[in-house]
């Protein structure tokens, strides 16, 4: 990352319970801030952090409960069996069908997301990577995968083998005729790779109806996505989002 871009790095490594916490207030606030930008389906969609001690199990939103409503209090555990062992609400099937084996592929990935978004679905339709055409999308240039199949709603964790080995060590992945996927090292990044990629989805969409968009040079999108798609870059990228949802509905935190 440039040090010209003045990026402040995160805090200082946390003990177990501080890092807990942490993750599942943040996990709640990407809720909220994906309920706020109308991500939310129905029932459809999940994010999932590890637990810091239990790194087979993961923290996510119980079934059937708003986005909107997500407090970090009310996040389930789930181990690597698909049973919850911390909450008493169920956890979705597709949920653990999908994330489950993307935790367990990728022991770098402690946070991933995925929602049926408007424009990410769109895009996902089209069965094809998203095209270096603004600064923004060269966050993904190279760095994300296409699951070219679709087999109905993913409940066997066999199809959700499939699309962690389709992931590869990229940051997101979308989904044919489903939606998009993403992960990182933090909530934090993984929430923001989520919410950028969206709008890149919406951008192209836009860009690609009023005519013919002009590529970045391949070398130059390399560059800007040292500059725009690091870790670092995607954990900064939520502060300011994390900061102004707490503001807004600070009983997420409890």
Not at 86 to 98: C, D, H, L, Q
Not at 106 to 120: K, M, T, Y
Not at 194 to 201: G, P
Request: glycine share 6%; proline share 5%; hydrophobic share 45%.
């Amino acid at each position: 990352m440039p040090e010209s871009l003045n990026l402040q790095a995160p805090p200082a490594t946390r003990d177990v319970e501080g890092e807990r916490r942490h993750r599942k207030q943040q996990l709640a606030a990407a809720f909220r801030l994906f309920s706020k930008f109308g991500f939310d389906e129905g029932v459809a969609g999940h994010i999932t952090a590890r637990d810091p001690e239990r790194e087979d199990h993961f923290w996510v939103n119980p079934f059937g409960m708003h986005f909107g409503h997500v407090r970090a209090s009310d996040l389930i555990l789930v181990n690597d069996h698909g049973e919850v062992v911390e909450g008493s609400r169920p956890v979705n099937t597709a949920a653990f069908a999908i994330h489950s084996q993307v935790h367990a592929a990728r022991p770098d990935v402690v946070a991933a997301a995925h929602a049926h978004s408007i424009f990410g679905k769109s895009w996902s339709a089209l069965g094809r990577p998203l095209d270096p055409i603004t600064q923004d999308v060269c966050a993904f240039f190279e760095d994300h995968a296409v699951f070219d199949d679709y087999t109905g709603v993913v409940l066997d964790v066999e199809e959700g083998k499939r699309i962690a080995h389709t992931l590869q060590d990229h940051k997101a992945i979308i989904l044919r005729n489903h939606g998009l996927l993403t992960v990182g090292h933090s909530v934090e990044e993984a929430a923001w790779w989520f919410i950028t990629m969206e709008r890149s989805c919406q951008a192209q969409l836009l860009a690609s109806a009023a005519g013919t968009p002009v590529l970045i040079d391949p070398d130059m999108a390399r560059l800007t996505r040292s500059q725009v798609g690091s870790h670092l870059a995607g954990w900064f990228s939520f502060q300011p989002l994390f900061e102004r949802i707490v503001r807004e509905q600070p009983d997420l935190l409890d």
